[in-house]
């Protein structure tokens, strides 16, 4: 009997590679059926990325209110630090008024690296936690910067800044003059090659923003799931490499979570402080 019941469990007990592809697979509005559909929303990229950035706020909103004048808390050194570092960035990139650019570098500092802390959550915390609550919910991932559409999403807003400055500070007239003049030249049989190299170059910024960021956080939630998947073999040797390699790739992955966070931000200034620039 006991033997039977070993049997069947381990009959409905799903695959490695099932086990990944379920853990991988967004809440969505609908099943897609199509590569490309923009009428699908993932729900639960929507949902953890409006969290983290609320939950971003409130963190920077009580530094403030809780600064004092004297001797500075660890959380206030913490966020003094991390304020000064983006204001010093932004100071040394962008030539011009910051009085927006700063806050707005800092805002996506705290961000993406509270949606990439998300990560270090265990991957089948949710699964369990749904399960207890009596919800009926199959597919969840919490991590928004590992959906490319999260990270395409945050990378148009990017480029959605770069125009905006670029038409502000070089006036509307100079920004076309640029688009079919530069690099190459203002005559006439050079408009048609430097207007497509700008696009080119536009195109080449925004979807390498949001496919460096989704890149590595994407691979980072891969190689947790795997290690989980270690502890599946039911042995003591899995269950040691599980927990040695868990500790190791986890403690090298705060690294990866800064870094990646720091990098989009700079980015982010990059972009804008070229805005700026004539070429």
């Known amino acids: 009997m006991a033997t039977d019941l070993a049997a069947a469990g381990a009959a409905k007990a799903p695959t490695a590679s ?4 379920h853990h991988l697979t967004h809440l969505s509005s609908r099943q897609q059926e ?32 809780k600064a004092t ?21 932004s100071k040394s990139i962008v ?25 270090f959550l ?17 597919y969840h991932r919490a991590v928004p910067t590992a959906d490319l559409n999260g990270t395409l999403g945050m990378a148009l807003g990017v480029l959605a800044l770069m125009l905006y400055y670029s ?3 070089k006036g509307l007239g100079g920004f076309v003059h640029e688009l079919f003049c530069a690099p190459f030249g203002s005559h006439p049989a050079l408009w048609i090659p430097n207007l497509g190299l700008n696009i080119i170059e536009f195109a080449a910024k925004t979807v390498s923003l949001g496919m460096r960021l989704f890149g590595n956080m994407y ?18 040797w899995g269950f040691g490499m599980q927990v040695v390699a868990g500790s ?32």
Request: proline share 2%; charged share 10%.
């Open 18 to 21: 099932e086990y990944i592809v």
């Open 34 to 65: 199509s590569i490309i559909d923009f009428s699908i929303i993932n729900l639960d990229t929507m949902f953890w990325s409006v969290s983290m950035g609320a939950v971003g706020c409130f963190l920077m909103w009580l530094a403030a209110r």
């Open 69 to 89: 004048a004297g001797v500075p808390g660890r959380f206030q050194a913490l966020v003094e630090m991390i304020v000064e570092m983006v204001e010093d960035q």
């Open 95 to 119: 030539h011009g008024n910051r009085k927006f650019i700063a806050p707005l570098a800092l805002t996506v500092f705290i961000w993406v690296f509270m949606m990439n802390a998300m990560d």
């Open 122 to 138: 265990p991957v089948d915390m949710f699964d369990k936690l749904f399960k207890a609550l009596g919800l009926h919910i199959h």
């Open 167 to 169: 038409v502000k500070i």
């Open 219 to 236: 691979a980072g939630e891969l190689v947790f799931l795997l290690i989980a998947l270690l502890g599946s073999t039911a042995t003591w």
């Open 248 to 279: 190791v790739w986890a403690i090298f992955h705060i690294l990866i979570v800064l870094l990646q966070a720091f990098i989009f931000m700079m980015l982010t200034l990059v972009y804008i402080g070229q805005a700026h620039e004539g070429h």
